[in-house]
């Protein structure tokens, strides 16, 4: 099993990987810069989700 593909969180999320390993999905997630427009979930990179767009502070 490896996660060293370019997985979306959004993919990541329905195989509930926040709670198979959560560490992981933190990862994904923190420090959260952007957000899917898609799905509403937060990620730390852009490409993680499947339509991004950058959270302004
Ligand atoms: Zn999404």
Known sequence: M???DTK???AHVEE???T??????IAL???ASHYCQGCG???AKAE?????QKLSE
Do not use: E, G, N
């Open 48 to 52: 993680h989700v499947c339509r991004p």
């Open 2 to 4: 490896s996660d060293s």
């Open 16 to 18: 509930k990987l926040h």
């Open 29 to 31: 997630i923190h420090p």
């Open 41 to 43: 979930r937060s990620a």
């Open 8 to 10: 979306t969180l959004c």
């Open 20 to 25: 198979k390993d959560p560490q992981a999905y």
